[in-house]
């Protein structure tokens, strides 16, 4: 029985979705799927989350899917049955998922059989219902019902960002809201039906679901989706002459020079020649180098087109489709977006080569902070988001400068508070004090490291790292944990007592990645 007959949705990404129907939106390990299995298979979704109620009415639900046809079914099944979407990182461990779990509210945790054993203890803890995906399959067209109308004005999604409070907090993007930044880049970035992106990017922030996922549906393109990231199949892709766009952080970027520059000539060669043939290749959610965009550059042809954003504003700046792109520049506001500068006063920088901090507004702009009514306030001034971070205009485009806080680092794609991770380590027993940050690292962007004060003065630098690595992989997500460790008798701090970072920042610098413990 066809989509069609059965129900109808309001939702925009739907109805597009119909018009195409018959052509392939997903390749995943299983195979190619057409629009039209996603329409039956996301309704189906929506049922089994529906049961006998005739609209969620905005509760939120979790899930965790593996990439692939499942995770945009259930994705498309949460909208579709009224819910808000939460999508929780595989990669992060019990206490994390139960931190998101908990704050959502959301009392449903849709799940495929890999994750079973992960979110088992995080639901349980909560309370929340453990939906597997293979249940949800297994309904029939037999007795459905028109789905629910969901307007642009209901929210739709909750994404999950370290702040600098420490603990994540959650990101309430509307559905008009996500259609107003789907829009924006699709026009921005030249997307069509005939296009076919290689995604292997993480499937809960705001790059992977908004800018490579939900714009190629959107076009009527296909998406194909890894199950994770492996430079030798990306390459493999890459020069197959299929595919047209790829999306990365610089961190994959990195690991696929290295892999370029490990095979053989003749390997090389193929390699090169075959990804000269895609359309486009951007680069996002950390600072790209030049030394990466030009060496890119020698390797495939293409030069990589940084963009900026973020989870709160999608994006905002980004150089040009057709046009110069400038190594170590993200380029110019996206349309329909405005951007300014302003100084630590609040007050509009005018004229180029002033540094000051990066202020968004425009359509594409979340809504609120999940159940945090005074983080929300005060993220704004006068209607303009403050992104907390500073950037200079030069000769027309944007150069970001970094971090108004310290205390938020890029590592690997990925942004997180150093003051969470600080507030883990410190349970640690052999940990008497320590401080978190980011240190400039050519292949993760930032490196996470701490300098500790230890609680025994026997305590040995690299031991204690590896020790400390150990340990923090339990409570923390991977790219959380510190890579570098220095011992210091005491911390550096100000006359109030506040520490002053970029003191323990050079310590770092002035060591080296090699002197500091990792």
């Known amino acids: ?137 297994r309904g ?79 076009s009527g393109a296909t998406c194909e989706m890894l199950p994770r990231f492996d430079p030798a199949v990306v390459w493999e892709r890459l020069s197959s002459g299929e595919v047209t766009l790829f999306m990365a952080v610089p961190t994959i970027y990195v690991k696929l020079v290295a892999e370029w520059e490990n095979a053989t000539a003749t390997e090389r060669a193929a390699l090169s020649r075959g990804s000269a043939d895609l359309r486009l290749m951007v680069s996002g959610s950390a600072p790209l180098t030049t030394h990466v965009f030009e060496r890119w550059l020698d390797i495939t042809g293409h030069e990589l087109l940084e963009r900026y954003g973020m989870t709160e504003i999608g994006m905002a700046i980004s150089n040009p489709l057709d046009g110069e792109r400038r190594p170590g520049y993200v380029g110019v506001p996206l349309s329909g977006v405005r951007v300014r500068l302003v100084d630590e006063g609040g007050q509009r920088i005018t004229g180029e080569e002033k540094p000051g901090r990066i202020q968004v507004r425009g359509p594409g702009l979340f809504l609120e902070y999940w159940k945090r009514l005074e983080d929300t306030r005060a993220a704004y001034q006068d209607a303009w988001f403050d992104t907390g971070d500073e950037a200079v205009v030069e000769n027309g485009y944007y150069r970001i400068l970094g971090r108004t806080s310290v205390d938020i680092i890029k590592t690997g794609g990925y942004k997180v508070s150093a003051l969470e991770i600080e507030n883990v380590l410190r349970g640690h027993r052999a940990i008497s004090d320590c401080a978190v ?82």
């Open 140 to 218: 029939s067209a037999a007795g459905r019902r028109r789905l629910p109308d969901v307007e642009p004005f209901r929210r739709a999604l909750i994404l999950y960002t370290s702040g600098t409070t420490g603990r994540p907090k959650g990101v309430v993007s509307t559905h008009g809201i996500l259609t107003a930044q789907i829009e924006t880049l699709v026009e921005a970035w030249g997307w069509t039906s005939e296009d076919r992106i290689l995604h292997a990017l993480p499937l809960h922030h705001t790059h992977g679901i908004v800018n490579a996922l939900l714009c190629a549906l959107w």
């Open 437 to 518: 940050v980011g240190v400039p690292d050519l292949e993760w962007g930032e490196r996470v490291c701490v300098a500790v004060v230890p609680a025994s003065a026997e305590a040995e630098q690299g031991a204690l790292l590896e020790e400390l690595k150990a340990w923090a992989k339990d409570r923390l997500a991977s790219y959380k944990v510190p890579r570098d460790l220095i011992l210091v008798e005491e911390l550096p701090r100000n006359a109030m007592g506040k520490l002053t970072k970029p003191e323990v920042q050079q310590m770092f610098v002035s060591k080296g990645p090699g002197d500091a413990g990792g």
């Open 1 to 137: 029985m066809k989509e069609s007959l059965y129900t109808a949705s309001s939702l925009a990404i739907v109805r597009g979705a119909a018009r195409f129907e018959g052509r392939v939106a997903i390749v995943d390990r299983h195979g190619a799927h057409p629009f039209g299995d996603l329409l039956g298979a996301s309704s189906r979704m929506a049922n089994a989350l529906l049961g006998e109620r005739p609209d969620l009415l905005e509760e939120p639900v979790a899930f965790m899917v593996q990439p692939g046809v499942d995770y945009v079914s259930v994705l498309w099944g949460i909208w579709r049955a009224g819910g808000i979407a939460v999508p929780l990182c595989p990669e992060h461990p019990a206490p994390e998922l139960e931190h998101v779990i908990r704050d959502s509210g959301a009392r449903t945790v849709v799940f495929d059989a890999l994750f079973g054993e992960t979110l088992g203890p995080a639901a349980e803890a909560t309370g929340a219902r453990l939906l597997p995906t293979k249940q949800a399959k």
